[in-house]
């Protein structure tokens, strides 16, 4: 199998987004979701989000596509929680999802904004790219493209830092 670390930080919304992820079957949701997840061979690092949307930070192998991957973890979810805790509605998701990679520097950075999500609605300090759902979203191209500046200037420190974390795969193979 090859070697890869695929990051993604992956976000979707209940239908219509009603606000259906109560207290009472949330846990519930994000222990079927991480089940199926892992089923598919992903390695789940944070499952979180609000009454109408989930995010999870997840490393998805490369055997499977990002669509077929969310298309699984969404159907297989959705039809447990409807077998097993049947509702005063019907539960379903949202066809679209947003899927954001990163690299395995800003992996804790990404965990931590899953795990803070309660509290970054509520205190309005959420990063609206990583909220984004579908593609009739509007956001700024800008907000989301850094300066080609800013690699030219950090070479050598991302080099380096890449090769960190090889040395530290190595130490662990090992």
Known sequence: MPFCK??????????????????????????????????LGGFVYAVNGDLDHVHMVVSIPPTIAVANFVGQVKGASSSRINKNKPLYKRFNWQEEYGAFTFDQKRLPRFIAYVERQKEHHRMSTTIPVLERTGSSESIDAATVREPLSVYDEQEDEWVRELNELMDDEDMRDK
């Open 6 to 39: 695929l990051y993604y930080h992956l976000t979707w919304a209940t239908n219509a987004r009603e606000p259906l992820l109560v207290e009472e079957i949330e846990s519930t949701i994000h222990d079927y979701l991480r089940a199926k997840a892992v089923g």
